[in-house]
């Protein structure tokens, strides 16, 4: 090992400490921060780099005469954030910029321009430090002047890497010719994969907003689906309206609470198995005779409080829209498609026992 090698190796043994301190430090604000920012993650990981990594690292050929100080070294403390999609990353990258210092000169966005004989799915590296401001603060004073290395990747970008660090080629041409072309193949369908993923998930937004915008204009005939059900259970315009005239009318028993996502697919696959196909479709049966379905939904909730031995009941306007449903049916139909409304077992023979009570009256035959 040579002088200068052997002088980094000591200044590591005796600043490890700090650096895992640095390590566990960096890890918690930038949990904290992204949590502010609302954003999450998959995963956050942090590392410290261990001896046996050091020395590997410092005695490289390709490092020899790099590194003439332990500053130098510029990932001895290493973090990566896993996010879902691309725009996650791209957000993350800007409020990493906006909260730390970065040594550009240092760091690297390398899925920007990917060389043609790289297949590698590479991520965005930022070289970070606290900012001068948090420095000043007597718990940050310790680490002025350390540098960390920050990995921002999707979670398709880390599966690639995690599974091609085990086959140890960089490039293609250090494959063997047999393998580049299927290396090639998958590096390309993971980023083909990782852009559909960022389409919808961006046309589902887009979708979500249309669909606000018809149901506040009474344009109902959408069809059924996952989104446009919450956005119409969430409406004011829509079900929701509905449900908070149940729980007003119930004087206090009937609790709303926000809509699970359980709740949202539960109420779907009962819609779907009752053969519902658009929203037009649902409200002209929920709002069909509203004054006495107000009145049976209120009698059903009271006999499961007392039942329960219960002050209140807790709902959402997902579980009230199935209920409503299943009470614009006639009785035979309705117990059919009882087992499936997915509502508490408990409650299913106080709804039962109502069932037919907000029917009008059949009209009499014409002689």
């Given at each position: ?21 640095f390590?566990?430090?960096l ?40 590194y ?19 725009d ?53 004073s ?190 035979s ?30 009209s009499?035959?014409?002689?």
């Amino acid at each position: 090992m040579s002088d200068i090698n052997s002088q980094l190796t000591d200044a590591y043994h005796k600043q490890i400490d700090t650096y895992s301190a640095f390590t566990e430090s960096l890890h918690s604000v930038i949990r904290n921060i992204l949590k502010a920012k609302l954003i999450e993650p998959l995963a956050i990981e942090a590392r410290t780099k261990s001896f046996e990594s050091f020395d590997e690292k410092i005695a490289r050929e390709d490092k020899q005469g790099k590194y003439k100080t332990l500053s130098d070294i510029t990932d001895l403390s290493g973090l990566r954030v896993i996010a879902y999609l691309q725009d996650e990353c791209k957000e993350i990258t800007s409020v990493i910029r906006d909260n730390f210092d970065v040594d550009d000169k240092n760091s690297a966005d390398r899925g920007a321009d990917v060389d043609p004989d790289r297949f590698g799915y590479l991520s965005t590296h930022l070289i970070i430090s606290y900012t001068e401001n948090r420095i000043k603060l007597p718990e940050f004073s310790i680490f002025s002047g350390l540098k960390a290395e920050i990995q921002i990747r999707t979670l398709l970008q880390h599966s690639w890497a995690a599974i091609n660090w085990r086959t140890d080629y960089k490039s293609e041409v250090e494959a063997p010719k047999g393998l580049r072309r299927r290396l090639h193949r998958i590096s390309a369908f993971l980023e083909a994969v990782d852009d559909d993923f960022s389409f919808v998930i961006k046309e589902t937004a887009l979708l979500r907003e249309q669909y606000k915008k018809d149901i506040r204009e009474g344009n109902l005939n959408i069809s059924l689906n996952k989104t446009s059900l919450l956005e119409f259970l969430s409406s004011g315009e829509g079900a929701g309206e509905v449900a908070r005239k149940v729980g007003a009318f119930g004087g206090g028993k009937i609790v709303l609470k926000d809509i699970s996502d359980a709740s949202t697919s539960g109420s779907l696959k009962f819609f779907q198995t009752a053969n519902v196909s658009s929203l037009l479709d649902l409200k002209s049966k929920i709002i069909d005779h509203l004054d006495d379905k107000l009145i049976v939904t209120k009698k059903c909730f009271d006999d499961w409080i007392e039942s329960e031995n219960h002050s209140s009941i807790s709902t959402n306007s997902a579980d009230i829209t199935r209920i409503l449903y299943l009470l614009s049916l006639g009785p035979s139909e309705a117990k059919s498609l009882l087992p499936s409304l997915g509502l508490n077992q408990k409650f299913l023979p106080f709804i039962e026992k109502h069932l037919g009570e907000t029917n009008p009256p059949a009209s009499a035959p014409q002689q």
